[in-house]
């Protein structure tokens, strides 16, 4: 496989392992709109076992699958309460008030967390006042897209507000296995204390295209239903869902390497304390940093290591993201340290 660049923007940008090529080619297939695809019927019944789940849908992307668990459990009107920094609600273009015309309540977080009682103050007391929204979702997000694992007392106190006022649980886990390699809890006790969930099969994982919503029966034939009406259906996806295997069965077990490689970068970055400010110890794949007497500025930064042929993504808010994920080597990471030190020590 050529690899004549180092890829650090993010975990999507994962090409599918040779195994997985393979296995695509060889797959058995069926119209899966029929629901006679066996290899995505074989994903589907996967990822439900692995989720601890009665019944799980193969879609498109993580967007399609957070979306698709709002439209089968929010009505128009309805209220969704989420951090203000989730990825529905900054990342999917604004699908919940399109797809579902869904209030969004965005909360602020501090470390990645809702305040308890202020989720609790923002929870609709009144459903039956004719003034009143329904709350009718609360969504989670393991792990988050600044790369922390939600805490697992975290989870179970929120678990218990919800039932409370019986409001289901949608957790955003496009990474729930990063949570799961990184944290104490396996991917099926985190999913135990949420109602649907939705996990990506393209980040880490490797597999070209997929996510898969996971959750109660009912819920996901609904889904299935809203699928058809997003133009969802696909037909001989056994192609993908041949490569969503091996992501569950190989891929899953090696995200703790990714862990492990971001971890070593980020402990070659605190060595250089005159340029780099790390932010908080990776918990997952990904390693933030800010730039403090480096001497170049952030974009000079961004565009010497792309000359160098070294990617990352522009600072966002001054803060860099490092990426670790299956085609990044340990070779490759100390070409990075390399890179950034000759870069600095260049003037
Ligand atoms: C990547 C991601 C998604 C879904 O992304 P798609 O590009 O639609 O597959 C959803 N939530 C989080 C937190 C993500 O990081």
Redesign the pocket.
């Known amino acids: 496989m050529m690899h004549n660049r180092i890829d650090l923007r993010?975990d999507?940008v994962t090409w599918p392992t040779p195994a997985m090529r393979e296995a695509m080619a060889s797959a058995p297939v069926g119209d899966d709109v029929y629901g006679d695809d066996p290899t995505v019927n074989e994903l589907e019944a996967a990822a439900a076992d692995i989720l601890g789940k009665e019944s799980a849908l193969f879609a498109?992307?993580?967007?399609?699958?957070?979306q698709l668990a709002i439209m089968a459990q929010v009505n128009r009107g309805d209220e969704i309460i989420l951090s203000e920094r989730?990825?529905?609600v900054v990342?999917?273009a604004g699908a919940a008030a399109i797809l579902s015309g869904a209030q969004l309540r965005c909360l602020p977080v501090q470390n990645g967390l809702m305040d308890l009682t202020q989720l609790e103050q923002t929870i609709r007391k009144h459903p039956e006042d004719i003034h009143s929204p329904r709350t009718a979702l609360i969504c989670l997000?393991n792990?988050?897209?600044d790369g922390r694992i939600l805490p697992s007392d975290y989870l179970s106190a929120v678990r218990a507000l919800a039932d409370r006022y019986s409001i289901p649980i949608h957790l955003?886990?496009?990474?729930l296995f990063n949570a799961e390699a990184g944290g104490s809890l396996t991917a099926k006790e985190i999913a135990s204390m949420v109602d649907t969930v939705?996990i990506?099969l393209?980040?880490g994982l490797c597999a070209p295209v997929g996510?898969l919503l996971a959750g109660p029966r009912d819920v996901i034939a609904l889904a299935r239903r809203k699928r058809k009406i997003l133009g969802g259906g696909m037909r001989q996806a056994g192609i993908l869902a041949a490569a969503g295997l091996l992501a569950l069965q190989e891929q899953r077990q090696r995200l703790a390497d990714d862990h492990d490689l971001a971890r070593w970068i980020y402990d070659e970055l605190s060595r250089y304390p005159k340029w780099f400010r790390l932010e908080a110890e990776p918990e997952i794949n990904m390693v933030f940093f800010r730039l403090t007497g480096f001497p170049f500025s952030e974009q000079e930064l961004f565009e010497k290591l792309a000359e160098r042929n070294i990617l990352i993504n522009e600072a966002d808010d001054h803060v860099f993201r490092v990426v670790t994920h299956y085609w990044v080597t340990k070779e490759d990471a100390a070409q990075l340290i390399r890179t950034l030190v000759s870069i600095g020590e260049s003037v």
């Open positions: 993010s999507t498109a992307s993580g967007t399609m699958g957070n989730s990825h529905i990342h999917e997000e792990a988050d897209s955003d886990g496009a990474r939705q990506c393209s980040k996510s």
